[in-house]
């Protein structure tokens, strides 16, 4: 084994009982729980190493790094998971890859994700991302739509051809009233999710909790977790 996979493994090993111990300190089986890989920054080698290691479900930000990544690692069994910022003229790309988009926050992107997805023959599992520091109708400035905004997004999602209302994402916010109250803020998710199943009951994700505050989240009810930085290591620069 090399140097990095025997590293990934460590590290991967270090957070599957992490999330083990916040599934037993919940009273949750470990199975409702799903561990996505953040692979930003990081090389297709490494991707190719977590998948080997055992990991199924990874993730990107920013699709001109994820695509060339995704098409390097296409003979892999992962599912890949679009988790950042959308502009409308990377939609063809990111549906070339992505079997989820969990940053689905604005209307027009719902309409351009629909029309590439059956332009492709695909099926797009979506999540709505819920900025839980904006007010009640603006959008957050790491984007992500105002809890008042999910209903009329989420039905809009339902009805679009080549899309897959799966559930909310939400990136614990650094200000308003939930800055530094994590637990409180996936809590919150927690009521937001149980709102939007009263009319969409098959969208039962929650995607919550990151390196720092999966405990939290785990705790809270997430049934997915996106880790980064505790299985690659620190990431050079912004990422
Ligand atoms: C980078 C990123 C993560 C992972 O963050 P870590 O702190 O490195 O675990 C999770 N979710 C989103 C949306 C991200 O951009």
Redesign the pocket.
């Given at each position: 084994m090399t140097d990095r996979k025997d590293e990934l493994g460590r590290n991967l090993a270090k957070v599957e009982e992490r999330i083990a111990a916040a599934c037993a300190a919940a009273g949750r089986r470990r199975e409702e729980v799903t561990l996505i890989v953040?692979t930003?920054t990081y090389p297709a080698a490494d991707v190719r190493m977590l998948s080997e290691l055992g990991v199924r479900h990874v993730a990107e930000?920013r699709d001109q790094d994820a695509a060339p990544k995704a098409a390097e690692c296409a003979d892999l069994p992962l599912t890949w998971h679009f988790?950042?910022q959308l502009q409308t003229n990377k939609v063809r790309s990111v549906v070339g890859y992505a079997d989820f988009v969990q940053s689905v926050d604005r209307s027009k992107l719902v309409t351009a994700l629909s029309k590439e997805a059956v332009r492709a023959g695909r099926e797009v599992g979506c999540l709505i991302q819920v900025a839980l520091d904006a007010g009640e109708s603006a959008r957050g400035e790491r984007g992500g739509v105002a809890p008042g905004g999910i209903g009329e997004l989420a039905d809009l999602v339902a009805g679009a051809p080549g899309l897959r209302l799966e559930g909310l994402m939400t990136?614990a916010p650094l200000t308003g009233e939930f800055a530094g109250r994590e637990l409180a803020a996936f809590e919150r998710m927690m009521d937001l999710s149980t709102d939007l199943r009263r009319t969409h009951p098959a969208a039962t994700m929650v995607s919550a909790g990151?390196?720092?505050d999966l405990e939290q989240a785990v705790a809270a009810g997430a049934t997915h977790v996106?880790?980064?930085?505790?299985v690659l290591g620190v990431r050079p620069g912004l990422?």
């Open positions: 953040v930003k930000n988790v950042g990136v990151m390196s720092a996106r880790v980064g930085t505790a990422g």
